[in-house]
T-cell receptor, first 116, second 113 residues
């Protein structure tokens, strides 16, 4: 069965520090997709990135970067030079579309607090 | 485009009452789903639909019914509310069931007394 583990429940860092959010997943399929979503204090879910299992290239988008390593089943998320606006709950999620549906399995989330 | 809309935004029910949470999308998405979010548990899938007339159960379907008569709408029904159904409910939609990004509605915060 698919499973996503976000072992870090809460993280606090001082503004401008770098921070990495960990995500470890379990899947029985060779084709799968990994996602990161952000949930700011306002409560909505904001899509950040999607990565398919055949693309192990790391990705950078501004201050955000993602490190996908199939060998360790990890899809970690790094924020460089953190800002107060980065304070949110971050969810990692996994889908296995080959099994006939598109259900997302979410991790339990990491609450990130950026201290000004 | 309004994206994914949900109504109501807040709701308080008494145990045993029934209600329907509304969800609509205007992006012509085939796939729609309902999740509930509880503290420390992330989001869990309740029911999903891969197209009009087709629905299936997710991880936590008990106590909830769904139907999909149109592409746009995917209502979630609570037949007899229980305190364990106190949660935040999110509706989501996507173009297909091939790993596409899911767009989420703003959520409905439900309290069952």
């Amino acid at each position: 069965a698919q499973k996503v583990t976000q072992a870090q429940t809460e993280i606090s860092v001082v503004e401008k520090e770098d921070v990495t959010l960990d995500c470890v997943y379990e899947t029985r399929d060779t084709t799968y997709y990994l996602f990161w979503y952000k949930q700011p204090p306002s409560g909505e879910l904001v899509f950040l990135i999607r990565r398919n299992s055949f693309d192990e290239q790391n990705e950078i988008s501004g201050r955000y970067s993602w490190n996908f390593q199939k060998s360790t089943s990890s899809f970690n998320f790094t924020i460089t030079a953190s800002q107060v606006v980065d304070s949110a709950v971050y969810f990692c999620a996994l889908s296995e579309p080959n099994f006939g549906n598109e259900k997302l399995t979410f991790g339990t989330g990491t609450r990130l607090t950026i201290i000004p | 485009n309004a994206g994914v809309t949900q109504t109501p935004k807040f709701q308080v029910l008494k145990t045993g009452q029934s209600m329907t949470l509304q969800c609509a999308q205007d992006m012509n998405h085939e796939y729609m789903s309902w999740y509930r979010q509880d503290p420390g548990m992330g989001l869990r899938l309740i029911h999903y639909s891969v197209g009009a007339g087709i629905t299936d159960q997710g991880e936590v379907p008990n106590g909830y019914n769904v139907s999909r008569s149109t592409t746009e709408d995917f209502p979630l029904r609570l037949l007899s509310a229980a305190p364990s159904q106190t949660s935040v409910y999110f509706c989501a939609s996507s173009y297909s069931n091939r790993g596409n990004e899911q767009f989420f509605g703003p959520g409905t915060r439900l309290t069952v007394l």
